[in-house]
């Protein structure tokens, strides 16, 4: 099973009608595991710029593989999933200390991803009192 978690968010307080504010502006304490297996812990990551990202990925279908470099690093591959045959995948991170990436289902990482967009999504809405999607549209 595959989480994509925050926490301990942190944003600007002021209002984030401003794309790139929205986009980079609310980091949080981030955390992508496989089963018990912590990939990468990030104490401050752009959630809403991973969010977008995994939003395009997904409207694209999902298919290939997935590789989000942030605005703001000069590493990439921050987090990577990787297709391993037909139904496996593997799961990264170029910040990660594990030497092999651990591997689970496709469909797992799909399904993590799709809720990590949604609780982004709702605690936005909750705690800033707007909408990723109206804010960012159709920004990639």
């Known amino acids: 099973m595959v989480t994509l ?3 301990n968010v942190q944003s600007p307080g002021v209002p984030l009608t401003d794309k790139y504010q929205l986009l980079l502006g609310v980091e949080a304490r981030f955390q992508l595991s ?3 297996l912590i990939v990468l812990t990030e104490p401050h990551f752009s ?3 991973l969010r977008q990202w995994l939003q395009h990925w997904m409207d694209t279908g999902a298919n290939d593989d997935f590789s989000y470099t942030s605005l703001e690093a000069e590493e990439q591959g921050l987090v990577t999933f990787r297709r391993r045959g037909i139904s496996d995948c593997a799961v990264g991170s170029a910040w990660s200390d594990l030497e092999t990436e651990p591997i689970t289902s496709w469909c797992s990482v799909v399904q ?3 809720k990590y967009i949604r609780d982004v999504d709702s ?3 909750g705690h800033l009192g707007v909408s990723v999607v109206e804010v960012l549209g159709d920004l990639r």
Do not use: N, Y
């Open 34 to 36: 496989v089963g018990s």
């Open 5 to 7: 978690a925050f926490d």
């Open 112 to 114: 993590a991803s799709a």
């Open 47 to 49: 959630i809403v710029e």
């Open 123 to 125: 605690w936005v809405a």
